[in-house]
């Protein structure tokens, strides 16, 4: 019996909780398109429904080990701390990761719920492509959560978001790539 329930036990690895699509940043290739969002439309999920959101999702999953908490811009919710304080209420996942770009103020009542030992702040490190307001904003971020207590993490320097990847590059004319695709169909 017991081995049959580990069978049956809906695990995953991973799940990514969409808080909002507005940004602070305006990244041609975002992947979560918020450039393709007309201005009105960028907008914050009400917290009512992302709270009816938790509350059904993690009762029909038996654990998760990440929880990413993202948008847009997760911190541009006027509700982040207590979306994060409603997310820690559940017992089967083991972290959540809230990813930010570092470039929107972050203020201490923000931080409020956050202090739980599943919580980290996963800022992005877009320094060489950000203005110089950004980055100010994105080093007094990290100072901000540092002297509250909350942990967090600075990822290296990636600007594939904002600066295109050499892979869009191919140098291959259109005739070749038809020529490839062709030979992959059959």
């Known amino acids: 019996v017991e081995a049959l329930a580990m069978l049956t036990a809906l695990t995953l690895t991973s799940v990514t909780l969409v808080i909002n699509s507005r940004c602070s940043l305006g990244c041609k290739f ?3 398109y918020m450039n393709e969002y007309p201005q009105k439309k960028r907008t914050d999920i ?3 429904q992302i709270c009816n959101d938790i509350d059904v999702f993690f009762d029909a999953v038996d654990s998760v080990g990440t929880v990413t908490v993202m948008g ?3 911190f541009m919710h006027p509700q982040i701390s207590q979306i994060i304080e ?3 209420t559940k017992k089967n996942f083991g972290l959540i990761s809230i990813a930010t770009s570092g470039t929107w103020p972050i203020k201490e009542e923000h931080l ?3 202090h739980d030992e599943r919580v ?3 800022f992005s490190n877009y320094t060489e492509s950000i203005t110089e307001n950004q980055k100010e904003w994105f080093y007094k971020n990290i100072e901000t959560v540092k002297k509250s207590g909350v942990c967090y993490t600075v990822g290296l320097f990636s600007p594939e978001w904002i ?3 050499t892979l869009y590059h191919l140098d291959i004319t259109e005739q070749e790539m038809t020529e490839k695709k062709q030979s992959c169909t059959h």
Request: proline share 14%.
């Open 30 to 32: 975002c992947t979560s």
């Open 46 to 48: 009400p917290f009512e």
């Open 72 to 74: 847009g811009e997760p």
């Open 86 to 88: 409603k997310l820690c």
């Open 112 to 114: 409020t719920g956050l």
């Open 120 to 122: 980290n702040i996963s």
């Open 163 to 165: 600066i295109p990847s």
